[in-house]
């Protein structure tokens, strides 16, 4: 193995497998991904650490364990189409397009998005989507998803991802306001869509019409 393999393993073991991160399926994605290939070049060093990363326009790279945390929770099974909601750096997208069967990904931040499909088509990730839009009101023209995951705060869950979620699909995100908020988990459960706080999170706000208003002063 190459310095980055081993330090991918390590990173498997010591902050994904030690914080009760049992999917094998998971824990195979997160040791296949080069995470440091979407990371800038100056940070590639700590493409492998244990935080978050920040990757230009103001936006991070999720900590490892948060990747790997919030991917658990979808379940998948390979067989389905998942949206993801602020794509960034491309690499939570990359970690769930080794666990589905398609993956559409929004990024509001034309910069960003370029970048993000640049990097994924340079890597093969052929069952990836990128699409530079508002990812609050989600992408329409795919849906139903069977999981919707969401890599920014909102203030509430976005009706408009609920109203293109499978019934039984799940949606993650984090919701509350500045500094800390708590990751949801929404199901439906007998036909009503309900939510289960999983853990306190800290995530950059989510931009666009279902997102925070005020964003730009967060």
Not at 60 to 67: A, D, E, G, L, M
Not at 128 to 139: C, E, K, M, N
Not at 202 to 209: E, S
Request: with cysteine; glycine share 8%.
């Amino acid at each position: 193995m190459d310095e980055y393999e081993i330090r991918r393993e390590r990173m498997v073991t010591e902050q994904i497998q030690q914080r009760g991160i049992t999917s094998a399926a998971v824990l195979q994605a997160m040791r296949a991904v080069p995470r440091h290939l979407f990371v800038p070049p100056e940070l590639r060093e700590n493409a492998y650490s244990d935080y978050p990363l920040p990757i230009g326009c103001s936006q991070t790279i999720s900590q490892p364990y948060i990747v790997a945390f919030m991917t658990s929770l979808l379940n998948l099974t390979g067989i389905e189409k998942v949206l993801e909601v602020g794509c960034g750096s491309g690499y939570q997208a990359a970690v769930l397009s080794m666990l589905a069967r398609e993956v559409h990904t929004t990024e509001i931040i034309p910069q960003l998005a370029a970048r993000s499909a640049q990097t994924l088509r340079e890597l093969g990730y052929g069952n990836i989507i990128v699409h530079q839009s508002d990812g609050s009101l989600g992408w329409p023209p795919a849906a139903p998803y069977d999981a919707i995951l969401v890599t920014a705060s909102a203030p509430k869950v976005p009706a408009p991802l609920l109203e293109q979620l499978n019934p039984h699909g799940s949606l993650v995100l984090p919701v509350g306001g500045r500094g800390t908020q708590w990751l949801e988990l929404w199901q439906q459960e007998h036909g009503v869509w309900q939510s289960e706080e999983v853990m306190p999170v800290a995530f950059v706000p989510l931009r666009g019409a279902q997102g925070w208003a005020d964003w730009d002063d967060q």
